[in-house]
């Protein structure tokens, strides 16, 4: 790497705006994600008919455009049995279509969702080319509903180049920077959330551990880096004020920071000291493994769907229960101890990298990608 790692200069207001301004079904700019062009169109917030039909008529419009070459649709979005028609239509167009399956649906923790659901998730998984699935859990999952599609098991990878402890002098200048500009004095504790702001994820319990070891640990300050799901979602209003309430109430409400969206996870995990992975249904997050190539000790609660991807408990991470007093017992823990901060996060990142590349994950789904086009083009 050369050059001083840049840091994003952004308020909350300048990254959610451009998602959140322009009116569903509007196109947003054409940009650019590591060299390939990215067509983006704004959804409207909430699920339903209207989100999915704008979502695959733009899909449809996309992959339908002259290609000189086969055309493969990875779909990532959360997958409904309504999207039956179109990805019917992108199969008589000769379009391979692959869904991403990365954690386990709600409705498969609800007893009569599951009844009545089975069957509609089926059809559509049936539907489609292939699935790709980074758990093992979830792999079984599929297979335990019905779905005889080609069902391809690729686990996450994670962009060494970026994701890496802060060792030469620009990436240590470019955490002291970044600290400085959020108010953090460099002997001060940070622990990193990544993620949208939501029930899921759980930052209520995280901020709920916080308060608990803040009279022990009063130099600590927690970085929820992601999107504001609870301040632009209708639904999400009581969570939001919940979460402000947390903040608001506590010791140190000046030692909650939220970035919002940011380009550069990298730089805010290397201004961090440990993290924290408090969600309740995942699948293989990159998060995790992002922070552990990062060098930082990983705290992970049990959640739906947990993948021997992320590694083993106790070795690579420390798995601890998913309330607010085993949360700050393990919090307080590792405060207290930085040899074991350094020892977990060292074994993390050892792990990460070596079974945990990008390139592998890329190269797999090259091969994979291949095989998929190759049976499209008959049907073209």
């Known amino acids: 790497m050369t050059g001083t790692p840049q840091i994003q200069e952004r308020s909350e207001s300048d990254t959610e705006v451009g998602w959140y301004g322009p009116t ?5 700019p054409e940009t650019v994600l590591d ?23 733009a899909l449809v419009e996309v992959c339908r ?29 000769g379009i391979a279509t692959v869904y991403s399956v990365s954690q386990f649906p709600t409705w498969q923790q609800k007893p009569l969702k599951r ?7 089926r059809a559509v998984f049936n539907a489609l080319d292939a699935l790709v699935t980074n758990s093992e859990a979830i792999e079984e999952f599929l297979r335990e509903l019905g779905v005889t599609s080609r069902i391809e098991y690729i686990p996450n990878g994670v962009n060494l180049q970026r994701f890496h402890p802060a060792l030469s002098k620009q990436e240590l200048t470019a955490r002291e920077s970044l600290r400085d500009r959020l108010g953090i004095p460099a002997d001060h504790k940070v622990i990193a959330v990544v993620g949208a702001i939501m029930p899921r994820k759980g930052p209520d319990k995280v901020l709920q551990a916080w308060r608990q070891i803040l009279p022990r640990f009063p130099n600590t300050h927690v970085l929820f880096v992601g999107p504001r799901a609870d301040t632009h979602n209708l639904k999400l209003k009581a969570f939001g004020e919940d979460i402000a309430q947390l903040v608001t109430s506590s010791a140190a409400p000046e030692q909650v920071h939220f970035t919002g969206i940011v380009d550069d996870v990298d730089n805010y995990l290397r201004a961090a000291d440990l993290f924290i992975l408090a969600s309740s249904r995942e699948g293989t ?18 959640y739906l769907g947990i993948s021997a991807g992320i590694g083993r408990a106790g070795e690579h991470y420390h798995l601890v229960d998913r309330n607010q007093d085993a949360i700050a017992t393990a919090l307080a823990e590792l405060l207290a101890n930085d040899e074991l901060r350094r020892l977990l996060g060292k074994r993390g990142q050892d792990y990460v990298v070596a079974n945990i590349d990008q390139q592998r994950s890329l190269d797999h789904y090259a091969e994979f990608y291949a095989e998929l086009a190759a049976t499209a083009v008959p049907r073209r």
């Open 285 to 302: 997050p990159n998060s995790v493994l992002e922070a552990m190539a990062t060098g930082l000790p990983c705290l992970v609660t049990p």
């Open 24 to 28: 569903p079904g509007s196109w947003l």
């Open 115 to 121: 009844i009545f659901r089975r069957r509609g998730y």
């Open 35 to 57: 060299g390939a062009p990215l067509e983006r169109i704004r959804l409207p917030d909430n699920k339903g008919r209207a989100r999915t039909q704008i979502y695959y008529d």
């Open 65 to 93: 455009r002259q290609a000189q070459d086969p055309t493969v649709a990875q779909l990532l979005t959360n997958m409904r049995p309504q999207a039956l028609p179109w990805l019917r239509q992108l199969k008589s167009s």
